[in-house]
């Protein structure tokens, strides 16, 4: 029988744990932890996530400014405004939401936000500490952190498995395969150029899936008993949200799967919550 990986109870739980935090650092010290999300243009789907996050921030006590800009702001208007978070002391965590207009280069974005309010954890520095599996405190990309805290609560243990990421994309592919590849799983990351993903879903103990392609995996594609993580956030041809994986057709394959909507989702939101705390704490301890 496969076991649905329940996101959303989940996500409910560390929200719970976060609330906690958040009233405790208030009562102790009197702070408030702010996190600041940037969102350029009007792209539906941003909008909503947007919305979520900002929703949910608000319910757990946390500041949530979100600051929507013009798609045609040029890049270095975007990096000034940043620069003003940066420096504003009532801010913990600032986010820029993906996907920007062309006329912004990602990579110069993530540069200019500061390590200790990368709340994303994309920035070179905390990437660098991901990879070497530093053991001082970072922040790291929500997604990932959020499908660790998963395998932690079902008693998933990577250790010698075989484990195989589909994407390899800065928020989530490279983040994941560098968290499975520190909690001792055997690591293949795969991408479009992959000749035949079979070749290596076929076998592996745990398949965590995020390109958007609708349809990607079936039962042919799995082992008997695997654990699918499903990232992929696609509409299927009746305009319903769906993941990468055939989630029906493989249910009765698998051991462990993540739904979507009610997976990864909703863990991404309560782990960008729990690490704006986290951020907001480790600002205190350094005297911020
Ligand atoms: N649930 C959640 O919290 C989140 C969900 N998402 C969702 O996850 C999906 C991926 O997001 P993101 O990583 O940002 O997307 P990107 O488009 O940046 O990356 C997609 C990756 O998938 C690879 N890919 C595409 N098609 C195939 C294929 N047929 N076989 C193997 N690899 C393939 C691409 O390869 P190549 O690099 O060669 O192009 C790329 O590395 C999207 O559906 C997105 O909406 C994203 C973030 C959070
Ligand atoms: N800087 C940055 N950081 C991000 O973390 C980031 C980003 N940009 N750009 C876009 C992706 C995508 N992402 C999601 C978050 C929540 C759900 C989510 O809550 N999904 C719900 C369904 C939501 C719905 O109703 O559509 C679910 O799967 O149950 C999905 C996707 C964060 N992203
Ligand atoms: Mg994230």
Redesign the pocket.
């Known amino acids: 029988m496969a076991t649905v990986i329940d996101g959303k109870a989940l996500a409910k739980k560390i929200n719970e744990q976060t609330t906690q935090r958040v009233e405790k650092l208030q009562a102790d010290y009197g702070i408030t932890p702010g996190l600041v999300v940037l969102i350029v243009g009007t792209d539906q789907a941003s909008e909503r996530y947007v919305r979520n996050k900002h929703r949910t921030a608000q319910r757990l006590g946390i500041n949530s400014i979100v600051r929507q800009l013009p798609v045609d702001i040029s890049e270095a208007e975007l990096l000034k405004i940043i620069q003003q978070y940066n420096n504003d002391p009532t801010i913990d965590g600032i986010l820029v939401q993906d996907p920007l207009p062309d006329q912004i280069n990602e990579k110069d974005v993530t540069r200019t936000i500061l390590p200790e309010k990368d709340v994303d954890g994309f920035h070179p520095v905390n990437v660098g500490k991901l990879f070497i599996d530093d053991s001082t405190k970072y922040p790291v990309s929500c997604?990932p952190k959020g499908i660790m805290t998963m395998f932690d609560e079902y008693g998933i243990s990577l250790k010698g498995k075989k484990a195989v990421m589909?994407?390899?994309?800065a928020?989530?592919?490279k983040p994941m395969a560098a968290l499975m590849i520190n909690a001792g799983a055997t690591v293949s990351i795969?991408?479009?150029?992959?000749p035949d993903?079979k070749d290596y879903t076929k076998d592996a103990d745990i398949i965590v899936s995020?390109?958007?392609?609708l349809h990607?995996l079936g039962p042919d594609a799995i082992k008997s008993g695997a654990v699918i993580i499903d990232?992929?956030?696609?509409m299927n041809e009746q305009g319903h949200l769906v993941g990468d994986v055939d989630y029906d057709d493989v249910f009765d394959k698998v051991g462990f799967i993540t739904p979507v909507p009610g997976g990864?989702?909703p863990m991404?939101i309560a782990t960008l919550m729990q690490q704006s705390v986290d951020l907001a704490e480790w600002g205190m301890q350094r005297g911020k």
Not at 166 to 169: K, N
Not at 190 to 194: A, I, K, S, V
Not at 210 to 213: D, E, R, V
């Open positions: 997604t589909i994407g390899r994309s928020i989530v592919g795969l991408n479009r150029y992959t993903i995020a390109t958007g392609q990607l990232v992929g956030q696609n990864v989702g991404t």
